[in-house]
Structure formats: C-alpha cells, structure tokens
C-alpha cells in the first residue's frame, strides 16, 4: 500500500488545498466539540437538580414526621 502523502508537511499542505481542508474539519469539530460540552453541563445541571429534589423532599418528609410525632 503507498502513502498518499511523502510526509507530514504534505500532509498538512493537503496538495495545495489546506485552508480549505483544515477549515473544514474545523467547522466540523467545533459544533461537536460544543455539543459534547453542553450535553455535559446539561447532565451535570440535571443531576444537581435531582439532587436538589431528592433532599427537598427528605427535609419534607423529616418535617412530617416530626409534625406527627409532636402531635401524639
């Protein structure tokens, strides 16, 4: 199998058509790498939240059962 470039720097040259070669994987990469980015803080943002409810509803539930215990 033959190397479709001699070397790095023609791998970089792309024969002569780099801007549009690298500005291409450049609009590609960026709005995925955006993506993967705002999937992660909305699953953090998301676990937070539960984490937020899941406490409130303790403190709720706490709050309950002492208002029965005193009334007994």
Do not use: C, N
Request: charged share 20%; proline share 1%.
């Amino acid at each position: 199998m033959k190397s479709a470039f001699s070397g790095w720097q023609d791998f970089f040259a792309m024969g002569g058509y780099a801007f549009y070669v690298w500005l291409a994987v450049a609009f590609t990469l960026a709005p995925l790498a955006v993506l993967v980015l705002h999937t992660w803080w909305q699953r953090r943002s998301l676990i937070l939240e539960v984490r937020r409810q899941h406490a409130r509803e303790q403190r709720v539930q706490a709050a309950r059962q002492r208002a029965t215990a005193e009334e007994k």
